[in-house]
């Protein structure tokens, strides 16, 4: 009886052990420290199963294990047995899959979870999320570039999940986004403590060319280049420097973008206030060259007044110079005061008008009449440019080159870069414009020759030429040309060849023209003249005389005389 007894107690207690299933290979379990030897943890995990793990399993990034005889903690069974007899566990494992699963519940309702960087890789840093390990990129580290992450190694700091995927083991997180939430409230509190208007010191932060940024305790404000100063200012650098106190005024603060414009000049007083009582119209003033355009100069009258010396208003002379061949920048200059906008900030100078005009000058030194002597400057198809004093020039038009040659002749005896002499026929300041004359120095001789002569006039000329279609004649020194039709009133007797070289001929003036310097001169008219003169005193061929008893009784009424 006892021992039928002892069989069934003990088949029972299989029985019961068959029942108890072994945990999977795989999974996490709870296990207890029974001892501590070798850098090594002994964890009784139950089922008669025992293993061992390294105590750096159990320290964070840069801490110390923390683990004693008699803790009880979870680790995941690789194996149920291994070579030893033992079971082969990992507290790294447990602490991921437990990690993993806490990761995914705060990625999910995107809190923040804590971690601690400890190594650096291509691109970013390594990150222990208590036991899963994350890719922090360098991009995400800080709100701006970070040169030395030395100081972020192994300290427990927030971070925010971007993107995970269990099934590759991939996490990333981000630092700055934790940065820039936390400066995003610390913005919103400082700017609602700020209003427009308000001034406040502020630590320079950081210099580009357009501005400065300014620390105002939590929130950085902009200070454009153009509020730094009332004066032109080309760089931020010349008046602030990094790490500088300075004292700033609100101008405008953007509540959406929290975005604060800032200003230094709105601290001092606007020297426009005053610009038209210290500089009066028609006023002359010493000022400096700040900057030069393709359309003028910028001069600086006083810090923070400037005013544009159009190109027009530059030189009285030079109308086709770029600004920057008349003055230079930082040039000390005297300008005039000639139009104040006080509304748009704008006054226009002149730099011409502190000189007097050249041409009022040349007018008064050199009356109509007088005569100058230049240097050849340019020969054009109308005429020369003369160089006159004060770099101006006067023209001498093809007309008034000579008295004796046609114009397009005359300019072919000018090189550029002779000296002529001539005579100042015209003067006109407003426009600008001298006329000269080479040709009034010397004796107008067509005047000279044909003084008296009048159309209808009748002179004694010289043949001098015999040509088919004329002849050529001299009269004073003066050259004059007979046409064929007009050498007799007879057709029969229009012969050229009927002339000789050397013979004095009787001609009628029909034109005297003194612009082309010649002569009209006809035969054929004097005779048409004589013969209605003749007809007038000593009859009329219609009362029954002929012509013939006309003409002589005209020359016998001559040669009686």
Known sequence: MSAKATMEDFEALLNESFEIDTPAEGSVVKGKVIAIEAGQAIIDVGYKMEGRIDLKEFANPGETPSIKVGDTVEVFLERVENARGEASISREKARREEAWDRLEKAYEKEERVDGAIFGRVKGGFTVDLG??????????VDVRPVR?????????????????????????????????????????????????????????????EYGAFVDL???????????????????????????????????????????????????????????????????????????????????????????????????????????????????EVDVMVLEIDTAKRRVSLGLKQTQRNPWEVFAESHPVGSMIEGEVKNITEFGLFIGLD??????????????????????ANFRKGDVVKAAVTEVDVEKERISLSVKALDADTFSDAVDGVKRGSVITVT?????????????????????????????????????????????????????TRRLGLSIKAREIAEEKEAVEQYGSSDSGASLGDILGAALKGTNGR
């Open 217 to 331: 305790g939590g929130v950085d404000g902009l200070l454009h280049v153009t509020d730094m100063a009332w004066r032109r200012v080309n760089h931020p650098s010349e008046i602030l420097a990094i790490g500088e106190t300075v004292k700033v005024q609100v101008v405008k603060i953007n509540k959406e973008t929290h975005r604060i414009s800032l200003g230094m000049k709105q601290l001092l007083s606007d020297p426009w206030d005053s610009v038209e009582e210290k500089f009066p119209l028609q006023s002359v003033h010493k000022g400096r060259v700040t900057n030069i355009t393709d359309y003028g100069a910028f001069v600086e009258l006083e810090a923070g007044v400037e005013g544009l010396v159009h190109v027009s208003e530059m030189s009285w002379t030079k109308k086709n110079v770029h600004p920057g061949k008349i003055v230079s920048t930082s040039q």
């Open 463 to 515: 043949v001098t030429a015999i040509e088919e279609g004329g002849i050529e004649c001299d009269y004073n020194g003066m050259k004059s040309f007979i046409r064929r039709s007009d050498l007799s009133r007879e057709r029969g007797e229009q012969r050229p060849e009927r002339f000789q070289v050397g013979d004095h001929v009787d001609v009628r003036v029909t034109n005297v023209d003194a612009k």
């Open 148 to 208: 030395d992450a030395g100081p972020l190694m192994g300290l427990k700091q927030p971070f925010q999940i971007l993107k995970m995927d269990r099934r590759r083991g991939n996490i990333v997180v981000s630092r700055r986004a934790i940065l820039e939430e936390s400066r995003a409230e610390q913005r919103a509190e400082v700017i609602g403590n700020l209003t427009e208007g308000q001034v406040v010191d502020g630590v320079v932060k950081n210099i580009t």
């Open 390 to 411: 004060n770099d101006i020039d006067g023209m001498v038009h093809l007309s008034d080159l000579s008295w004796d040659q046609r114009g397009e002749d005359a300019i």
């Open 131 to 140: 036991g899963a390990v994350a890719f922090l990129p360098g991009s995400q």
